[in-house]
């Protein structure tokens, strides 16, 4: 069993910043296994953000591309979530995920409201 615990979220004002954490425990598969983030508006469906592999490779959504960076401590089973330039549109709950031996798992999430 795994779990995942955000942190980080907040209300910034277009144009900030924010950091956002997410802490996994309860297996050892879990730091040997890549980290996602995730993302919910109101009324729309949940979206990938970023992914950060193992070995550290890293995608992201056309979106948050140049503005928001993911990072992983695998020592430390961590991950963060780097996000510059915020604007409106990305407001959401935002989730930690991992896929470990074949099991979803999902952090509570972390709202972040962006204002005009």
């Known amino acids: 069993q795994v779990q995942l615990v955000e942190s980080g979220g907040g209300l910034v004002q277009a144009g900030e910043s924010l950091r956002l954490s997410c802490a996994a425990s309860?297996?050892?598969?879990?730091?040997?296994?890549?980290m996602d983030w995730y993302r919910q508006a109101p009324g729309k469906q949940r979206e990938l953000v970023a992914t950060?592999?193992?070995?550290?490779?890293?995608i992201y959504a056309d979106s948050v591309k140049g503005r928001f960076t993911i990072s992983r401590n695998n020592a430390k089973n961590t991950g963060n979530l780097q996000m510059n330039n915020l604007k409106p549109e990305d407001t959401a709950v935002y989730y930690c995920?991992?896929?470990?031996?074949?099991?979803?798992?999902w952090g509570q999430g972390t709202q972040v409201t962006v204002s005009s």
């Open positions: 309860g297996s050892v598969f879990s730091s040997i296994n890549g």
């Open positions: 995920h991992q896929v470990v031996r074949g099991r979803d798992y």
């Open positions: 950060i592999t193992y070995g550290g490779s890293t």
